[in-house]
């Protein structure tokens, strides 16, 4: 590419430094040094350099041009002003503010350690044959919004994006405290899937508006479940649960809690959408409650320990 290629057309890196070992860098061939840094709007160029990687092709020739924002010296919120203002080509979306976390990047080496990948930046591919499991930031907050309580599933559910609105407030720090356990995020994600899969199993099983009701209190009803095992002591922050594993010794429960959530949700919204009910914050909250309470008193069976 020539320098005289459009700044919109320019991927862009922040760092938190930039250092050169010349007091005066070579305009032509230079190496520099760059401390904590996140790539900004580079999605289409990260995608294509992965599938011309896994096609074989050469990457030591391939040169990109980009451009590097220093912050230091800058305010705090400058790195997620440069996202804002340099993505004039395509819409800026709050997930690529979530890049300029550092605590993100420590998560994800914590877990690349225990052969985990997660992908927290836009672009990066979930294709690791080096990872035993992999899974990105949507599937995470999702997962760590069922976790953390009803208020913040139902919003997950009704926009997931806002969750990102603000990484330096509510609800993001809620799902990502900086205290957040790697394995509580992995295990988190493992039932997150597994109880879907469950869930979507049942819902074969019921007529075609039951099903619908089922499949909609997704987020509602993985949490109540989250919160039933973790009253129940199991360890979300070992590596080593087996949660599959134990989504599957309790299905039963799971069956009897998809029941509770249809009858419940047919005496309270029997002529209503299912899809609009469960987005609806004030209206979760209460249906939760109830269906929560009902559900311990006629569960049949002790959930195990982990």
Same mark, same amino acid.
């Given at each position: #590419?020539?320098?005289?290629?459009?700044?919109?057309?320019?991927?862009?890196?922040?760092?938190?430094?930039?250092?050169?070992?010349?007091?005066?860098?070579?305009? &032509?061939?230079?190496?520099?040094? @760059?401390?904590?840094?996140?790539?900004?709007?580079?999605?289409?160029?990260?995608?294509?350099?992965?599938?011309?990687?896994?096609?074989?092709?050469?990457?030591?020739?391939?040169?990109?041009?980009?451009?590097?924002?220093?912050?230091?010296?800058?305010?705090?919120?400058?790195?997620?002003?440069?996202?804002?203002?340099?993505? &004039?080509?395509?819409?800026?979306?709050? $997930?690529?503010?979530?890049?300029? +976390?550092?605590?993100?990047?420590?998560?994800?080496?914590? @877990?690349?350690?225990?052969?985990? @990948?997660?992908?927290?930046?836009?672009?990066?591919?979930?294709?690791?044959?080096?990872?035993?499991?992999?899974?990105?930031?949507?599937?995470?907050?999702?997962?760590?919004?069922?976790?953390?309580?009803?208020?913040?599933?139902? $919003?997950?559910?009704?926009?997931?994006?806002?969750?990102?609105?603000?990484?330096?407030?509510?609800?993001? @720090?809620?799902?990502?405290?900086?205290?957040?356990?790697?394995?509580?995020?992995?295990?988190?994600?493992?039932?997150?899937?597994?109880?879907? #899969?469950?869930? +979507?199993?049942?819902?074969?099983?019921?007529?075609?508006?039951?099903?619908?009701?089922?499949?909609?209190?997704?987020? #509602?009803?993985?949490?109540?479940?989250?919160?039933?095992?973790?009253?129940?002591?199991?360890?979300?922050?070992?590596?080593?649960? +087996?949660?599959?594993?134990?989504?599957?010794?309790?299905?039963?429960?799971?069956?009897?809690?998809?029941?509770?959530?249809?009858?419940?949700?047919?005496?309270?919204?029997?002529?209503?959408?299912?899809?609009?009910?469960?987005?609806?914050?004030?209206?979760?909250?209460?249906?939760?409650?109830?269906?929560?309470?009902?559900?311990?008193?006629?569960?049949?069976?002790?959930?195990?320990?982990?």
């Amino acid at each position: #590419m020539s320098d005289a290629v459009s700044d919109d057309l320019r991927d862009h890196i922040v760092a938190e430094s930039i250092s050169c070992g010349r007091i005066n860098p070579r305009a &032509t061939d230079e190496r520099f040094k @760059l401390k904590g840094l996140s790539i900004v709007n580079g999605a289409q160029t990260s995608g294509a350099l992965a599938r011309a990687k896994r096609s074989g092709i050469a990457l030591e020739d391939v040169r990109v041009t980009v451009r590097v924002i220093s912050t230091a010296g800058h305010d705090a919120d400058f790195g997620k002003q440069v996202t804002r203002k340099t993505n &004039t080509q395509n819409q800026v979306t709050n $997930r690529e503010f979530v890049a300029l +976390d550092p605590y993100q990047l420590e998560l994800s080496e914590i @877990l690349h350690a225990e052969g985990i @990948l997660y992908s927290f930046r836009s672009g990066q591919s979930l294709e690791s044959e080096e990872h035993k499991f992999a899974f990105d930031l949507e599937e995470a907050t999702r997962a760590l919004a069922c976790l953390s309580s009803i208020d913040n599933a139902t $919003r997950a559910k009704r926009e997931l994006g806002r969750m990102w609105l603000d990484i330096k407030t509510n609800p993001y @720090l809620e799902l990502f405290p900086r205290n957040l356990e790697p394995a509580n995020m992995y295990n988190a994600v493992r039932f997150w899937r597994s109880f879907g #899969m469950a869930l +979507d199993d049942v819902s074969k099983t019921l007529e075609k508006r039951g099903a619908n009701i089922a499949k909609n209190s997704l987020y #509602m009803a993985c949490a109540l479940f989250m919160q039933t095992a973790r009253s129940k002591g199991v360890a979300f922050s070992s590596f080593e649960w +087996d949660v599959e594993g134990w989504i599957s010794d309790n299905t039963p429960d799971i069956e009897r809690l998809v029941g509770l959530i249809v009858d419940t949700h047919e005496v309270e919204n029997s002529s209503g959408h299912a899809m609009a009910f469960f987005k609806n914050q004030q209206k979760m909250a209460s249906f939760a409650s109830r269906v929560g309470r009902e559900f311990r008193a006629i569960k049949a069976t002790t959930l195990p320990s982990a």
